[in-house]
């Protein structure tokens, strides 16, 4: 080894060691100059950064959605693939992120930090506390671009959306009346099962 390289390399073991360093010390020399968040080192400011831009470099190939870091879209990949190398080792339920199994296992611990300050009810994520919010406080922050009607969940929006699309991807086998959620489909079926056999019986005798 020649002397560049090894100097090199005795750069790249102190770096390491410094970095480690600032987990026992607490230092954070590293701030977002947008709102002043603080870290222990640079690649963890700059993907910070990320947020403020809004740029998300890394993107799915299956179903092109973007990512700010290269690790969530591995994550992301994950749904596709279905792979769930995480496991449980008490009821063996298996998740694609370790995040997900870590929030598994409160659930056994019966771990709920989080409590509503108005029912007292508990939550294992902080996420599941705040969405619960919303039924006491009537807040619907998503709003939809087409007729600024506004839920309270992400998913109801979506949801409301496809209705513009015409996206109903469920379907009465028997008088191809077509829905947007399955749901409706069963309360379809419910609702109008004689007058739907009534009509495919109409039809066969057109067709016969």
């Known amino acids: 080894m020649g002397p560049s390289a090894y100097i090199k ?4 073991f102190l770096s390491h060691l410094i970095r480690h360093f600032r987990i026992h010390t607490g230092e954070k020399p590293f701030s977002c100059n947008i709102c002043q968040k603080a870290f222990s080192n640079r690649g963890n400011m700059v993907t910070h950064k990320r947020i403020h831009t809004g740029e998300r470099q890394f993107s799915c190939s299956i179903c092109q959605q973007a990512f700010g870091r290269k690790y969530t879209l591995m994550e992301h990949q994950r749904i596709h693939s279905r792979e769930k190398q995480f496991s449980c080792y ?5 998740f694609s992120r370790k995040f997900s199994l870590n929030l598994h296992k409160k659930i056994h611990a019966g771990e709920r930090q989080f409590s509503c300050s108005l029912c007292q009810k508990t939550f294992v994520r902080k996420y599941d506390l705040i969405v619960h919010l919303r039924t006491h406080t009537g807040e619907k922050p998503f709003s939809c671009d087409i007729c600024q009607k506004s839920f309270s969940w992400k998913s109801s929006l ?9 996206e109903r991807q469920f379907s009465c086998s028997r008088c191809q009346k077509t829905f947007v959620q399955k749901v409706h489909l069963k309360a379809h079926h419910t609702a109008y099962k004689g007058e739907c056999a009534n009509r495919q019986l109409v039809k066969q005798g057109k067709d016969g």
């Open 90 to 94: 008490i009821c063996q339920k298996s």
């Open 158 to 166: 979506n949801l409301h959306k496809k209705l513009y699309t015409r």
């Open 9 to 12: 390399r005795q750069y790249f």
